[in-house]
């Protein structure tokens, strides 16, 4: 069974950056990835996404251009660099196949972004 262990979040200031680490349990070469995040009292939403191969990217409006989504087949590992943070990216985030995620999450990991 596919497990995913994020890593990487962190309590930041405004405009500053974080990298978010997924790493994958199998072999995630043909699955598209995407990561999500779940702020307090809301949904949990896919925020961004990348094919197989890496050649292809998705991103919500509110993060394109801040974000930047990337993978290592080789290591199973999905990235994700975050840039100018703002307080509304305040979430747990999460990785897991898109379009549809596996039953199984992750325990995702705590972005703040507070001054």
């Known amino acids: 069974q596919m497990q995913f262990v994020e890593s990487g979040g962190a309590l930041v200031q405004p405009g500053a950056s974080l990298r978010l680490s997924c790493k994958a349990s199998?072999?995630?070469?043909?699955?598209?990835i995407g990561w999500y995040r779940q702020a307090p009292g809301k949904q949990r939403d896919w925020i961004a996404r990348?094919?197989?191969?890496?050649?292809?990217?998705l991103y919500v409006p509110a993060v394109k251009g801040r974000f930047t989504i990337s993978r290592n087949n080789t290591m199973n590992v999905v990235s994700l660099q975050m840039n100018n943070l703002v307080p509304e990216d305040t979430a747990v985030y999460f990785c897991n196949t898109v379009p549809t995620p596996l039953r199984s999450w992750g325990q995702g990991t705590q972005v703040t972004v507070s001054s």
């Open positions: 990348i094919s197989t191969g890496g050649r292809s990217w």
């Open positions: 199998r072999n995630i070469e043909n699955l598209d």
